[in-house]
């Protein structure tokens, strides 16, 4: 199996900041990536696909990057919205389908 | 507008199964997978397997061979996911979820909440 970890794996900052979260993969997965996005209670959401692709209606303050093992996601400007979530990143690259620990984000 | 929605919270006593639902709608339930990820409390997310809406083919995860069935009944739109053998474990928010491109899943339900426990 392919294990995803990121870091850091929680996160504090404020309104209009600029973060960085950081995946890796246990073994190439090639562009084959996704974010995900969970709030507390809900369903997590999609927001990232194919490692760099966005969502349709997710804000372009999302934005990722990266192949093969190491990628990164980024949160431009954060919004309020943005906070109380925890972030995962998802191999697509084979099965079972793995999911990194997540990144609890908080506002400062 | 794609709505995935699941049956309610089961609580279960161990060594029993449970089987949860998914109704599907605004979209093609034969043209797309249907999988299922659970999340124990305060843990990340666990992929389960899925099933394809048209043919009814599986795939399960090495860890729940043998407890996991998921089947479908295309006319009502609906898969279920019956897990049996339960242990405290097991315990978790188990939620469906639509599979588009490789494997990401774009459209959730809501999430259905099984207890284990004595």
């Known amino acids: 199996d392919i294990q995803m970890t990121q870091s850091p794996s929680s996160l504090s900052a404020s309104v209009g900041d600029r973060v960085t979260i950081t995946c890796r993969a246990s073994?190439?997965?090639?562009?084959?990536l996704a974010w995900y996005q969970q709030k507390p209670g809900k369903a997590p959401k999609l927001l990232i696909y194919?490692?760099?692709?966005l969502q349709s209606g997710v804000p372009a303050r999302f934005s990722a990057s990266g192949s093969g093992t190491d990628f990164t996601l980024t949160i431009s400007s954060l919004q309020p919205e943005d906070f109380s979530a925890t972030y995962y990143c998802?191999?697509?690259?084979?099965?079972?389908?793995?999911f990194g620990p997540g990144t609890r984000l908080e506002i400062k | 507008q794609v709505q995935l929605v699941q049956s309610g919270a089961e609580v279960k006593k161990p060594g029993a199964s449970v089987k949860v639902s998914c109704e599907a709608s605004?979209?093609?339930?034969?043209?797309?997978?249907l999988h299922w990820v659970r999340q124990a409390p305060g843990q990340s997310l666990e992929w389960m397997g899925w099933?394809?809406?048209?043919?009814?083919?599986?795939k399960y995860s090495q860890k729940f061979q043998g407890r996991i069935t998921i089947t479908r009944d295309t006319s009502a739109n609906t898969a279920y996911m019956e897990l049996s053998s339960l242990r405290s474990e097991d315990t978790a928010v188990y939620y469906c979820?639509?599979?588009?491109?490789?494997?990401?899943?774009?459209?959730w339900g809501q999430g259905a909440l099984v207890t284990v426990s004595s």
């Open positions: 099933i394809n809406g048209g043919n009814g083919i599986t």
């Open positions: 194919t490692a760099s692709s």
């Open positions: 605004g979209h093609t339930f034969s043209s797309f997978t």
């Open positions: 073994q190439g997965i090639s562009s084959w």
């Open positions: 998802q191999q697509a690259n084979s099965f079972p389908i793995t």
């Open positions: 979820a639509r599979a588009v491109g490789k494997t990401y899943f774009d459209y």
